[in-house]
Structures are given as C-alpha cells and as structure tokens.
C-alpha cells in the first residue's frame, strides 16, 4: 500500500470517526474559530489539570481535513503539558508550510504526519490549520490567565 493511501485512510478515519468530539460541559476555556475562505468553524474546551492537558473537546463542521486535523490534535496533546503540546504545535504548523518539502516526524506527529500532503495544497493549509489554531488560542488564554494569577501573589 502507498503512503499516500495510508495516509488518505488516516484522515478518513478521524473524519468519518472523529475522536473528542461533543463539548465537554466544564473547561476551562472555550474557543470558536472560523475558516473565512470556506466556512469550516471549530469549537473547542480545553481543560488543563496540574500543567497538563486533561481534555480537549470540540465540535464542528467543515471538510474532512478540518475534521480529522481537530480530531487529531484532541487526541494527540491528550496528557502532554503545555510546553510539549506547544512544541508539538509548532512541528504541526511548520509541516504546514513546508510546501511538501517536509514528512513530519511520526514520532512526534503520530496521526498528524497524515496532514503532510495538504502542505502542498496552499488553499488547504488553513483547514488543516483551524483545530491547532484554536487549541493554540486556548492555551495562550490559560496561560494568560496563570500569569495573571502569579502576577497577583496566588498559586497555581
């Protein structure tokens, strides 16, 4: 089987079974994001517990490629800080806009490394995109906020 296939089957599978999907009723920010050039929006909750990611839910409609990228970046920084999870990120967005000169490390990546052949499409990098970016929004709001509440005397 080729790689590419593999990979095909990888976005249909988050696509078509989507992992986290159903806000979560407690979190500790919500964030919607808006595909304007097609129209794909994402919700998501982000909850984090003792500097890790407890959960990541989400809702949304779009493409497959919006779909499946939010699903795997729900499952994927699932338990990681949130320093791990913003390095992952930012592996993501580079794989993004290496314009097909990249693979992505699968270590890494994991299922993300699917989201390789978009990078060549530049119409579909914002898909692609629209769930990292908003978990990347949640996650600068919950480290604002903890910034705030070291700046005021408080703990963690």
Known sequence: MELDTLYQEVILDHYKH??????SGTYDVQVHHINPSCGDEIT????VRES????ITWD??????????VSIVSDLL?????????????????????????EGDPLVLEDAVAMAG????????????????????AADRIKQ????????????
């Not at 890790?52 to 959960?55: A, F, G, H, L, R």
């Not at 949130?82 to 990120?89: F, K, N, P, V």
């Open 52 to 55: 890790k990611i407890q959960s």
């Open 118 to 137: 978009v990078s060549k499409f530049p119409a579909r990098i914002k898909c692609a995109l629209l769930g990292w970016m908003a978990y990347r929004d």
């Open 44 to 47: 998501l909750n982000l909850t």
């Open 60 to 69: 949304g409609v779009g493409c497959s490629i919006s779909q499946a990228s």
């Open 18 to 23: 989507p992992l986290n999907k159903g806000l």
């Open 78 to 102: 699932l338990d990681k800080s949130l320093d791990e999870a913003g390095a992952i990120t930012e592996q993501f967005i580079e794989l993004m806009h290496s314009k097909g000169t990249k």
């Open 145 to 156: 906020s903890q910034d705030s509440v070291d700046e005021r005397g408080g703990s963690q």
